[in-house]
């Protein structure tokens, strides 16, 4: 039989572990260690051929996925990261690129607006036709990918009463429990 102290610290040393574990990258540590920390995100987005065969780390929004006989083709805006290389909403971004994956990515689940975040090496350049203009696309060579879950916002209406306009005061929170008008 354990006692109570020593049952509170497994218990507590399991917690810290949950929590630990949910905030570790999405990226592997093997990627992560072969990224040059000098290079930005903006310099390999607007010259990819210097960067050639460099593994950088890229997080954005599906524009579009297609499949292809070599496997998967995503088209991706690049956004800024945020914690754990989430990209952040947000209406910065450097460009969009390409990512090309060997194996099969179903276009029903990385479809457009999905987030993903892509570890890969830099391939080059490859043009498409975008509308009526010829897009110049940064190519990433996907070793690793993480799609982020979709986040879901529930709104709940909220009645007041008395006043149901009050929720819509800009103060709301200062005039609490006075009555103005």
């Not at 949910?22 to 990627?31: E, F, N, Q, R």
């Not at 460099?54 to 499949?67: F, H, K, L, Q, Y």
């Not at 209406?91 to 994956?101: I, W």
Request: net charge positive.
């Amino acid at each position: 039989m354990l006692k109570n102290s020593t049952c509170s610290f497994l218990i507590t040393l399991t917690f810290i572990m949950v929590i630990a574990a949910g905030c570790a990258p999405v990226i592997s540590k093997s990627i992560r260690e072969q990224v040059n920390p000098n290079i930005t995100i903006q310099e390999v987005l607007s010259n990819p051929e210097r960067y050639k065969g460099e593994i950088i780390i890229v997080s954005g929004d599906i524009i579009d996925a297609t499949i292809t006989r070599e496997g998967t083709l995503l088209k991706v805006m690049q956004r800024p990261t945020g914690a754990w290389g989430k990209p952040k909403n947000v209406d910065e971004t450097a460009g969009r690129f390409l990512a090309t994956a060997d194996f099969y990515l179903d276009p029903y689940i990385y479809k457009k607006g999905r987030k993903v975040t892509v570890g890969g090496e830099v391939q080059g350049v490859r043009e498409l036709p975008e509308g009526e203009i010829r897009y110049r696309y940064p190519v990433i060579h996907v070793k690793e990918i993480y799609l982020w879950p979709v986040e879901r916002r529930y709104y709940y209406p909220y009645y007041y009463p008395y006043r149901p306009y009050y929720y819509y005061d800009d103060y709301w929170w200062w005039r609490r429990g006075f009555w103005y008008y």
